[in-house]
């Protein structure tokens, strides 16, 4: 049996992991955009902050040391551009060398997880707007921090990664704003009132939060120099998108797999509508536990969760992913924040 999985990090790595712990003669490709395998999501804001001094400890698993782990054959640095489910066969292009081959597979394992939310606005394109997304974008922001070039910073967005980023800026000394269209920050995990709290810390620490704010554009000759936001324009020398991700499925579109807005709909298999096609990760949506509801939820536990389920029924084992809660956990400032379950806005939308 031949899988190919396409995409590592959390949901690509464990199901490979969970193949080849079932099946030691199974064929096993893994094929990965970025240069990283597996690497920690969650401690980028905390690399730019030097809480994590060495960008080595972000890796998790390097392609090599995966290889060796788990017998599987890593490509990275390849984008997947085509599936012929027909032929049962992918289309890869080299994205070194521009060049383009295909890759046949008895299994296919979907983890192409999700890219950073671009608004269609102008200045995106400018130097020193920043997004949060893989080691890389970690190491550019730092790099720009340490030099003393950002001495204050607009993050637009109040979500996980906006906030962590925001308290570890501001530790470097930059003077940061927040702002955020919703009514508060946290807006779709706590309660107003909880939100209100978190914001209010915020503020204590020198991190002004801004609601209620739309961004409209950024400014500059060359470099970030202004921030334009429905309210006022804001000085800056640097932005961090940080408004959310969309998942990477357009090169899916034509595909025949079902699909809701962008995201794959499985089963509790994990298995799409065609039976040797799996998914997991950031482009599924799956139950939540107390509505009954699909949603996707970009989180790395439910992630490596769906990747071993996943592994685990194409290599024979039964399996099957329930849904979820939506835990979380996250740090501002000294704050501690958790959840889990519905939201009150969460639970009267759900009936």
């Given amino acids: 049996m031949k899988v190919v999985i396409i995409g590592g990090v959390a949901g690509g790595a464990t199901a490979a992991a969970r193949i080849r712990r079932l099946d030691e003669q ?8 970025s ?15 030097h809480v994590i001094e060495e960008r080595g400890e972000l890796v998790v698993n390097t392609p090599e040391a995966f290889t060796g782990l788990t017998g599987a054959h890593v490509q990275t640095g390849v984008e997947v551009t085509a599936l012929d489910r027909a032929r049962k066969m992918v289309t890869v292009q080299d ?5 383009v081959f295909t890759e046949s597979y008895d299994k296919l394992v979907l983890a192409v997880g999700a890219h950073s939310f671009v608004p269609q606005c102008e ?31 607009v993050i637009v967005g109040g979500g996980f990664i906006g906030l962590e980023a925001a308290e570890n800026l501001a530790a470097q000394g930059v003077k940061v704003s927040v702002i955020d269209f919703a009514p508060h920050v946290l807006s779709e995990l706590l309660d107003p009132e909880c939100c209100a709290y978190v914001e209010a810390k915020m503020a204590d620490a020198g991190v002004m939060p801004f609601t209620g ?18 309210r006022r324009p804001m000085k800056a020398d640097a932005v961090l998108l940080a408004m959310g991700n969309r998942p990477n499925t357009e090169f899916l579109a034509d595909s025949g797999l079902e699909m809701f807005k962008g995201t794959l709909l499985v089963d509790g298999d994990m298995r799409t509508n065609d039976p040797d096609i799996y998914a997991v990760g950031d482009a599924v949506e799956i139950p939540h536990l107390v509505t009954g ?59």
Avoid: W
């Fill in 26 to 33: 199974a064929e096993i490709v893994v094929l990965e955009r």
């Fill in 35 to 49: 240069g990283f395998i597996s690497y920690a999501n969650c401690g980028l804001p905390y690399y730019v902050g």
């Fill in 95 to 99: 994205l070194s060398t521009g060049g």
């Fill in 123 to 153: 200045g995106v394109d400018l130097e020193n707007v920043f997004f949060l997304r893989t080691p890389d974008d970690a190491v550019s922001l730092r790099e720009k921090v340490d030099s003393g070039e950002i001495k204050r910073a």
């Fill in 213 to 230: 704010v739309a961004l409209e554009g950024i400014t500059g000759n060359g470099k970030v120099e202004k921030v334009l936001t429905s």
């Fill in 293 to 351: 509801q699909k949603t996707l939820i970009s989180l790395a536990g439910p992630a490596n969760k769906q990747g071993r389920v996943a592994g685990a029924d194409l290599a024979g084992e039964e399996a099957a992913f329930p849904g979820v809660l939506g835990s979380m956990v996250t740090k501002v400032f000294e704050l501690h924040i958790a959840a889990t379950g519905l939201s009150l806005e969460q639970a009267r939308a759900a009936g």
